[in-house]
């Protein structure tokens, strides 16, 4: 399940504090899609929605994580990489006062 809430869509263009947030949902979607798991049993197992209940929210949260992710390890990746590296750390963010 999602360690921070997940918006309907992933974020397009830059690189930002969301995609570092979910780096690990991103490669759990590459690594499902890869082994050729069902989008629906990924939106469950790894996103947390349910297709059932939500089947809009579920496929289109599951298609757009799926693209940023290979967005980011092929033609985003020297972008993300930077980004990353000028990113405050998941405790240093989630500490900021908004």
């Not at 929210?57 to 994580?65: T, V």
């Not at 990353?84 to 240093?92: A, L, V």
Request: hydrophobic residues 40%; glycine residues 8%; aromatic residues 8%.
């Amino acid at each position: 399940m999602a360690a921070h809430q997940l918006d309907r869509e992933a974020p397009r263009g830059d690189v930002v504090l969301y995609d570092r947030q979910h780096l690990l949902i991103y490669a759990e979607l590459l690594d499902a899609d890869d082994a050729g798991l069902m989008w629906r049993d990924g939106a469950t197992a790894i996103l947390g929605v349910d297709p059932d209940v939500n089947p809009d929210f579920a496929r289109c949260c599951w298609q757009s994580h799926l693209a940023r992710a290979r967005w980011i390890i092929g033609d985003g990746l020297q972008s993300a990489t930077k980004a990353f590296g000028k990113m405050p750390r998941f405790k240093e963010a989630e500490s900021r006062p908004e």
